[in-house]
């Protein structure tokens, strides 16, 4: 694929979204942090649906390490790996109180030393928060970059530092929340909305379903 058919392939789905942003609700860096690691092999639907009762009542890290892991635990119930992920964001607190006065860091290093936040989740946070043109790569984001040949790779490291280095400044900013909408409502796994794709005469996906 060619730098023009990429140009193009964002400037459509820039075109038909110009504003895009995260599906998970949240107001602070800080309420985006815990969204994104309950997030994990979870649905957006499934977090907003905790977080909505759960921000009104601890959206700090102090009010967080108040409310404890338990409650915490309570609240997320519904979510794949809840404890795992409670326990995580309770170190995280503590951690954010303890060596960066309770506000989220601002470089993925500080991030990803924190519980419960790897690579993707840095990226998110470093992204949707902070505005940096990071590329946060899931499965979604995996597919839709191999399947039409916009930046292929054997993992999702590969895959982000070819986004990275092909998707054109001008769109870096939002290319990985045109990426993740395009592959959860149309480029899916199963079965490609090819029918209704904006950018279906520029993919390289040769096993196209009309």
């Known amino acids: 694929m060619n730098p023009a058919i990429r140009h193009e392939i964002f400037a459509r789905l ?23 690691i309950l997030s994990a092999q979870a649905t957006d639907v499934s977090v907003n649906a905790a977080t909505r009762n759960l921000f009104p009542v601890a959206n700090t890290p102090q009010a967080m390490l108040k409310l404890g892991e338990e409650k915490l635990s309570a609240h997320v119930q519904r979510i794949g790996l809840y404890r795992t992920k409670s326990r995580h964001i309770i170190q995280t607190c503590k951690l954010l ?8 860091p601002q470089t993925r290093e500080e991030l990803e030393a924190l519980p419960g936040v790897g690579r993707k989740t840095a990226n998110v946070v470093l992204n949707t ?75 390289e996906y040769k096993e196209k379903v009309f």
């Open 129 to 203: 928060a902070f505005g940096q043109p990071t590329i946060a790569v899931d499965t979604h984001i995996f597919r839709v970059a191999n399947r039409t040949g916009i930046a292929r790779g054997k993992d999702v490291l590969e895959v982000e530092k070819k986004l990275l280095k092909f998707v054109p400044d001008e769109f870096k900013h939002d290319a990985h929340h045109w990426l993740i909408l395009h592959g959860r409502y149309i480029c899916q796994a199963r079965k490609p909305k090819c029918g209704e794709c904006i950018i279906e005469n520029l993919c």
């Open 14 to 36: 820039r075109a038909a979204n110009p504003h895009p942003t995260t599906e998970l609700e949240y107001r602070t860096p800080f309420e985006l942090l815990v969204a994104v």
């Open 97 to 104: 109180l303890e060596k960066h006065g309770g506000e989220v």
